[in-house]
């Protein structure tokens, strides 16, 4: 999907836990009604370095008569998510969006699982939204990791929907001391294939180690991919990644273009 370029207004850009902030933007009213897991492209109007846009999830849409609402849930990380960090209510910002594919939510199944490494949480926060007005008698399950309790984010909104919500941080902070891949892979017993769909958004580390442990069973994963982007529209081919083709031949996808949401098991990690 394409996407078209916006000027927006920040109206709200708040630090709500270390180093993660929560940016308010509204666009004009036209703004394309986005699908859970697509992402915009942004950068400061006007602001030449850094010159390439960053992808952000979209964290929650709403809309109005007269102008939209886009959240954007972000770490700051860099030079651009610093710069992204400072801007003020008024501030204007180019908005690219909505890009990429989206979650496949067409094949849901009685049991969803999310798993969310850090960040990880923007896109599913809005998948299980999405998801909970659909299929209102899905039962819902939250896997959710961070590195330590200053660093999760992003609970309140999947908390009050979720019938289970299981947080773990690497240094025991908050929840257990524990990898979220391990966290899951104990309760897996719990799933069976055939009614659970699963979900994932988080660093590669996370999601090799869960394509691993998957790889034995016949779960279905999508997974939305957080690669490093330069056009964010498929002009690059700067966010490639070796997909799984057919009959043991791969192809290469752009993660921008044609993901971020793939399935988990179709993507050859390239170690
Ligand atoms: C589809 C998509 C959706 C995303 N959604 C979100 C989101 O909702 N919230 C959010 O905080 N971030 C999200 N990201 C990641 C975000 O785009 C990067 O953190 C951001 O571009 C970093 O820009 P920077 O200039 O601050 O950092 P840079 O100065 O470019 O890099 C600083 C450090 O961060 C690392 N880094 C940069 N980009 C990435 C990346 N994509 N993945 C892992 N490490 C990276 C670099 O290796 C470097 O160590 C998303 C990425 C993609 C592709
Ligand atoms: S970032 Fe340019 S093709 Fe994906």
Redesign the pocket.
Known sequence: MAGKIYIGEISKNEEIQEDCFLMKVKVAASFENPLPGQ?VMIRIAGLND?FLS????I?SFSCGENFCLIE???????????IMAGLIEGSQVEIHGPL?NGFEISDVRENIVFIAGG?GI??LSLLVENLHRRFPSSLMTLYSGAQRASSVVGLDRPQKICHDVNVCTDDGSMGEKNLVTQVFQKDMKKFSPANTSIYACG?REMLISLAKILSKSKFSCQV??????ACGTGACAG?AVAIKYEQGISCYKR??ADG?VFNLADIIWEY
């Open positions: 992402f850094p960053r992808p952000i999830s964290y954007l849930l972000y770490r700051v990380v860099g030079k651009g998510t610093q990429g960040i923007a896109p660093p939305s991919l957080e690669e490093r982007m966010c993660v921008c971020p």
